[in-house]
């Protein structure tokens, strides 16, 4: 008798039942993704100090990477060519767009505020994601499920701090000059595309465009860049160096890090844009 009062309620409500051991379930692995990243962000000194060589590494291949990746020029080509592409659309849609106005020559303003503002730090942290990260769960992931990082831990080393926080340093100080190439391609291609294609002056299109660069914004930018590098690298880590199942779990591993990282992203440029910018954007245009 006391046996079936005791196992009542869980038969009588099944679907709260497996609700509440789903939220308990998420619950508690949201608790290990953080504890995961505070021994991360703290291991960070440990890679400074004991594993440079590591960090140096990484830099060289998050950069230029390997193998069919590297014979393009690696994540720089990826990173430029995105951002190159984002430039020459807003030569093609922006400049069409206002000549429905007769306020073609804005187009130069658009290339310079919406560029720096939202285009160009949204599609490098998309390159970010689709191949410094993505290659960075793939590698602990295959590490993982060949159990190389045991053999680390077997052999004294910190596996943290010479495979997480060591890419998560190399990723921070990859993304400037990276973002640098990607701010240079995405500002030659709008311009490119304005005065060369559709034949709008130079004059005219430096004219706006230097008027409504605002240095202060490029360094923003900057920093928002940075900060998004810094939560995509903790993702990506994460994912792979707890994958798990074989190969095909270490794929599953790179498609939840990849949608999880994007999602971060969003949201970590959300908030960054509301912090440097406010809500009114620090913008006023009167003629």
Not at 89 to 112: D, H, K, M, P, R
Not at 144 to 161: C, F, H, P, T, W
């Amino acid at each position: 008798m006391t046996r079936h009062l005791t196992s009542a309620p869980s038969k009588r409500f099944p679907r709260l039942d497996r609700a509440a051991r789903s939220f308990a379930a998420e619950w508690n692995r949201i608790g290990r993704q953080s504890e995961f990243y505070a021994f991360t962000l703290r291991s960070m000194v440990d890679a400074f100090i004991h594993y440079k060589a590591e960090v140096i590494r990484q830099i060289a291949l998050m950069s230029l990477s390997v193998g069919a990746l590297a014979v393009i020029g690696g994540t720089v080509v990826v990173t430029a060519v995105l951002t190159m592409s984002v430039g020459g659309l807003i030569a093609a849609q922006v400049y069409n767009q206002l000549s429905g106005f007769s306020l073609e020559a804005l187009t130069g303003f658009v290339g310079a505020y919406a560029s720096v503002r939202i285009l160009a730090p949204v599609t490098a942290g998309f390159a970010l994601a689709a191949t410094i990260g993505a290659g960075a769960t793939a590698q602990l992931g295959a590490m993982r499920i060949s159990e190389e990082i045991d053999a680390l831990e077997v052999m004294g080393i910190r596996s943290v701090a010479y495979l997480a926080s060591s890419r998560v340093m190399a990723g921070v100080i990859v993304v400037i000059p990276l973002y640098c190439v990607g701010v240079v391609m995405s500002f030659f291609a709008a311009r490119f595309g304005t005065t060369l294609v559709y034949g709008q002056s130079t004059g005219v299109y430096d004219h706006y465009f230097n008027t409504f660069l605002i240095p202060a914004d490029l360094l923003k930018s900057f920093v928002q860049v940075i900060i998004m590098a810094f939560v995509l690298m903790l993702v990506h880590t994460y994912y792979g160096y707890t994958a798990s199942g074989g190969p095909a779990g270490v794929g599953e591993a790179v498609g939840r890090a990849v949608r999880a990282s994007l999602i971060c992203l969003i949201i970590v440029f959300l908030f960054t844009s509301l912090a440097a910018y406010g809500q009114s954007g620090s913008f006023h245009l009167s003629s």
